[in-house]
T-cell receptor
Framework: GAGVSQSPSNKVTEKGKDVELRCDPISGHTALYWYRQRLGQGLEFLIYFQGNSAPDKSGLPSDRFSAERTGESVSTLTIQRTQQEDSAVYLC???????????????FGPGTRLLVL | AQRVTQPEKLLSVFKGAPVELKCNYSYSGSPELFWYVQYSRQRLQLLLR??SRESIKGFTADLNKGETSFHLKKPFAQEEDSAMYYC??????????FGGGTRVLVKP
């Protein structure tokens, strides 16, 4: 079946502009995650949605970053007043619902490469 | 707070040689460790998880709680193993903390 999709694949913007990144998870995956990967670095957790529970926003680096999710489907990550240090690949992942201690594999999208000039 | 360290940014080996990717972690709870791989022009995907104690594509990884390590090993590297490898730790919920990644280059 279709995997996680993200759009746009590439985005170039000017410093100070707002950007919206979109993620379509795998159907039936109630858990959705956003990560950021700066050049030459590992992935940093940003935010996590699980069903109707309050999202875990502990990884958002500043109040310029926000994310929403419509039900158990599409999510958008918004970065306001972009800065050059926001340049990175933004990865979305989804997984089946968590049940107890069961590990649920996260399936990653192809990412959105953001460049802030 | 949890942390994952991959000390090698690049590992270059010849085909048929053993390869070991190091991963060390710090976490106060009971860790759940993973290895993810990203082949050229492909998306990040799960390679293996410690709880499964499985061998995938000839790779194995053993969780050593005493040394807080989860090194990835393969006795005979193949050219198709060339990729970026990330060690990851699962903390609360299902969010992952990743190491900085190791690029593996297998030369013919």
């Amino acid at each position: 079946g279709a995997g996680v999709s993200q759009s746009p694949s590439n985005k170039v913007t000017e410093k100070g502009k707002d950007v919206e990144l979109r993620c379509d998870p795998i159907s039936g995956h109630t858990a959705l995650y956003w990560y950021r990967q700066r050049l030459g670095q590992g992935l940093e957790f940003l935010i996590y949605f699980q069903g109707n529970s309050a999202p875990d926003k502990s990884g958002l680096p500043s109040d310029r970053f926000s994310a929403e999710r419509t039900g158990e489907s599409v999510s958008t990550l918004t970065i306001q007043r972009t800065q050059q240090e926001d340049s990175a690949v933004y990865l979305c992942a989804s997984s089946l619902p968590l049940t107890g201690t069961r590990q649920e594999t996260q399936y990653f999208g192809p990412g959105t490469r953001l460049l802030v000039l | 707070a949890q942390r994952v360290t991959q000390p090698e940014k690049l590992l270059s080996v010849f085909k048929g040689a053993p390869v070991e990717l190091k991963c060390n972690y710090s976490y106060s709870g009971s860790p759940e460790l993973f290895w993810y791989v990203q082949y050229s022009r492909q998306r990040l995907q799960l390679l293996l998880r410690h709880i499964s104690r499985e061998s995938i594509k000839g790779f194995t990884a053993d969780l050593n709680k005493g040394e807080t390590s989860f090194h990835l090993k393969k006795p005979f590297a193949q050219e198709e193993d060339s990729a970026m490898y990330y060690c990851a730790l699962r903390a609360a919920g299902n969010k992952l903390t990743f190491g900085g990644g190791t690029r593996v280059l297998v030369k013919p």
